[in-house]
């Protein structure tokens, strides 16, 4: 099994225990819909302040290193980068999985439909090896900072890319859910995963 097929299926799990439709969810979280994924295991210096375990540190953005910054740029883009640039990506976030993360219990609606909020995250680059996701938390849209408060130390935080349009789908994975299909995670993926999804034939 390829790496990539590991983490869609735990994404494909996580959606049908939000109470999405089986069918549905396979079809959706599937290498036609989305093109690439980076999977990032949240350190404590990752997470919103009120989430993290250890106050002492004050960082909030999310850094990104290795192969997963060509997830969001492409080599020569980042190189021509200056620091202080900080650029707005479009995302899309899943009305559901912000219920789910903050603890509510509240029905899917539609089985057969995942409600999507559109909203931004900001992003720019840190050194030659580091772009900082979130890079500017007043200024990634509500939906976006909903869904980091959700998300606590050694949570996944997935981004997908889509196929057929200019903009990602981020998705939070609590650590509790996470290590009952993957219960070896940490021995088989990067801090920062990233992962091109191929086409089928």
């Known amino acids: 099994m390829a790496a990539y097929d590991m983490l869609m299926e735990l994404i494909q799990e996580y959606f049908t ?13 599937s290498n036609e819909t989305f093109k ?9 210096a990752n997470v919103m302040i ?12 999310i850094a990104v290193t290795g192969e997963a910054i060509d997830f969001f740029y ?15 990506r479009k995302v899309y976030v899943s009305e559901q999985n912000l219920i789910a993360l903050s603890g509510q219990d509240k ?18 680059k ?11 938390n007043s ?27 200019d903009s990602m789908l981020a998705v939070g994975i609590p650590q509790t859910f996470y290590l009952d299909y993957i219960p070896n995670y940490v021995s088989k993926y990067e801090t920062n995963t990233y992962l091109r999804l191929p086409l089928r034939q």
């Open 17 to 29: 225990d939000l109470g999405y439709s089986n069918c549905y969810v396979e079809k959706y979280f």
């Open 36 to 44: 690439e994924l980076v999977s990032i295991r949240l350190a404590n």
């Open 50 to 61: 009120k989430n993290k375990t250890d106050r002492s540190s004050h960082q909030t953005h």
């Open 74 to 88: 492409n080599a020569e883009n980042f190189m021509s980068l200056d620091n202080k640039t900080v650029e707005k």
């Open 107 to 124: 029905a899917v609606d539609n089985t057969e439909m995942i409600n999507r909020l559109m909203g931004y995250v900001t992003l720019g």
């Open 126 to 136: 840190r050194t030659q090896k580091q772009v900082q996701l979130s890079k500017r």
């Open 139 to 165: 200024e990634n849209s509500e939906c976006f900072n909903a869904l980091r408060l959700g998300l606590f130390e050694n949570d996944l935080l997935i981004m997908l890319k889509y196929r057929n349009e």
